[in-house]
């Protein structure tokens, strides 16, 4: 059975049943159908959070498939539950980019998923339209604004540096010249499209902490210069009002369920490689008022998905996991040790031992946060016991825990022995993790520091673009930002052909963005996009609806 017809084969609970697990009553639930729901904030108490034991799930560098984060999350948290602990697995949204693109929907996999599978990797609850709304309200009240005689702030047109977002892989809109038309539409420049996912309004959803701090942050943003070189801000415009009120739903997380019954939260969906790449910081203390355990994942590989997770998101909210699950695959070991992508599911022990080093470049990447590691190994129907027997003999010689997993086959029961590795793991957690650098570093020395411990790079190159930019940024007070590095998730390098371990290497940063709504500094290395394009064949020629209007080949 595909992902799809084992979702479609198990019926969901009402989420009444569900949230009365979690002793939620049914009269604050906000319905949208009768299988998910909008929870109030009201629900979330900081006595409880700082009792809750939080999981935190990455991963290996993938594969352009990935690694199985999600799968093993839900697999995770449904053994959890099996174990009798109160437990509420929390993730991000679907993207439609990779859901008609590449990766499909991020839903998990096999018999480890959430339901409903099609609305999640659909339009859900509308939160991704609304932040999308939200972002281009503020691109035509800037175009407005430009074009004012009466209310003009005097913007030059040239240093407007808001983009617009789609949540699609469109790469015909990277880069567009708008207000075209004569006089009527403008003064026309150069601009373009971010996909959703990595807009400014996505990352502040997903770090506000309440209303009020909601629309704090996008009155934050920075939009523009005037004409004598003064920062714009949205709420020069008189926009973060208007703005909030788009997203006054989208704020609540998203109540839903596991295929076994148990209560999941969904919210938020930035990208690692482009974005902080993290679930909402909502939705997380949600679930660690509402469980004893919350199981979450961060995006891509661990020096992205993990570095962000901590380096921002956790420093923000005042968290710290308990323990990290480092999801690897033999498929993608034997990827980084120099197999095709075609030939991942013939046996190969020496490939096997040949990925070995980008697997301990994460461990100990990890390692320097301070926390408890279990390695989980994702199990595919092709690893073979000599290879599964190699890889996790090499675990234990490097001295970490290693349990194998089986979600996707099997659901919680195939995590069991995953579960009971994080539970002691982090019941013997006392310690908070260690941030990579301070807030008072500068920006340069942040960069180092992360380029030097996470990824394992040797020097930080700027190119002269980027140390204009850097300075401006610095002299209008934002340098002591945390920084959000996007980067290819191909590799831990810049360069995506840089498989395993790559030594000697340096990363470039071509450029930065300020997301000061947000609270970040974006240092864009190599040849990363912020909008990426569809692959050669696309999932969208896969997918389609039949004449009982069923979806079908949506994965």
């Not at 939160?127 to 503020?138: S, V």
């Not at 019941?427 to 340069?444: G, I, M, N």
Request: proline share 5%; net charge neutral; aromatic share 6%.
């Amino acid at each position: 059975m595909t992902d799809l017809e084992i979702a479609q084969s198990v019926p969901a609970q009402p989420i009444k049943e569900i949230a009365q697990k979690l002793n939620i009553p049914e009269s604050v639930l906000e319905y949208y159908g009768h299988d998910k729901a909008k929870l109030p904030l009201s629900l979330i108490e900081e006595a409880k959070v700082a009792k809750s034991n939080l999981v935190l799930v990455t991963a290996i560098t993938p594969t352009p498939a990935g690694e199985g984060k999600t799968t093993t999350s839900i697999g995770l948290g449904d053994a959890l539950c099996q174990m009798g602990k109160k437990t509420v697995t929390v993730i991000r949204e679907p993207s439609l980019g990779p859901v008609f693109g590449i990766k499909g929907g991020a839903a998990g996999g096999g018999w480890s998923q959430v339901i409903p599978m099609v609305d999640i990797n659909l339009h859900f609850t509308g939160d991704f339209h609304a932040i999308e709304k939200a972002n281009n309200l503020l691109s035509a009240l800037i175009e407005n604004n430009i074009q004012s005689k009466t209310k003009s702030l005097g913007i030059d047109p040239r240093t407007v540096q808001w983009k617009r977002c789609m949540d699609m892989n469109d790469r015909g809109l990277r880069n567009i010249i708008a207000a075209l038309g004569g006089k009527a539409g403008g003064i026309p420049r150069e601009t373009g499209f971010n996909i959703t996912a990595a807009s400014e309004i996505m990352a502040i959803l997903c770090l506000s902490t309440s209303f009020t701090d909601l629309k704090e942050k996008l009155g934050s943003i920075y939009v523009a210069d005037t004409w004598e070189g003064k920062p714009v801000f949205a709420r020069d415009l008189k926009a973060e009002g208007a703005m909030a009120v788009l997203l006054k739903d989208a704020i609540k997380t998203n109540l839903v369920q596991t295929l076994e019954g148990n209560p999941a939260i969904i919210h938020g969906g930035p990208f690692a490689n482009i974005a902080q790449g993290t679930n909402s910081i909502l939705a997380t203390k949600m679930g660690m008022s509402l469980g004893d355990f919350v199981v979450t994942e961060a995006g891509f590989g661990a020096d992205l998905g993990a570095e962000k997770f901590l380096n921002i998101k956790c420093r923000t909210a005042g968290l710290s996991p308990k323990v990290v699950v480092l999801v690897a695959t033999i498929r993608a070991l034997k990827y980084h040790g120099g197999k095709p992508l075609s030939d991942l599911t013939q046996e190969d022990t020496d490939a096997l031992e040949k990925g070995f080093p980008n697997l301990e470049r994460h461990i100990k990447s990890l390692q320097s946060f301070g926390l408890p590691i279990v390695v989980s190994v994702n199990g595919f129907t092709s690893d073979t016991e000599a290879e599964k027997q190699l890889l996790k003999a090499h675990c234990e010689k490097l001295g970490v825990s290693v349990a194998l997993s089986h979600g996707w086959a099997e659901g919680g029961k195939g995590c069991l022995d995953l579960a009971e590795k994080v539970v002691q793991a982090a019941e013997s957690c006392t310690t908070s993790f260690h941030p990579t650098y301070k807030l008072e570093d500068s920006v340069r020395t942040k960069m180092e520091k992360v380029c030097k411990t996470i990824y394992g790079a040797e020097h930080v190159l700027l190119t002269n673009k980027a140390k204009i930019q850097l300075q401006r940024y610095e002299k209008l007070g934002y340098g002591q930002l945390p920084i959000c590095i996007a980067k290819t998730q191909k590799s831990l390098s810049d360069d995506e052909k840089q498989l395993g371990r790559p030594e000697h290497f340096d990363i470039h940063i071509r450029e930065f963005e300020i997301a000061a709504g947000a609270g970040f500094i974006i240092p864009i290395a190599g040849n990363i996009l912020r909008m990426p394009g569809l692959p050669a064949t696309p999932a969208a020629e896969h997918i389609d609806m039949n004449e009982s209007g069923e979806i079908v080949g949506l994965f």
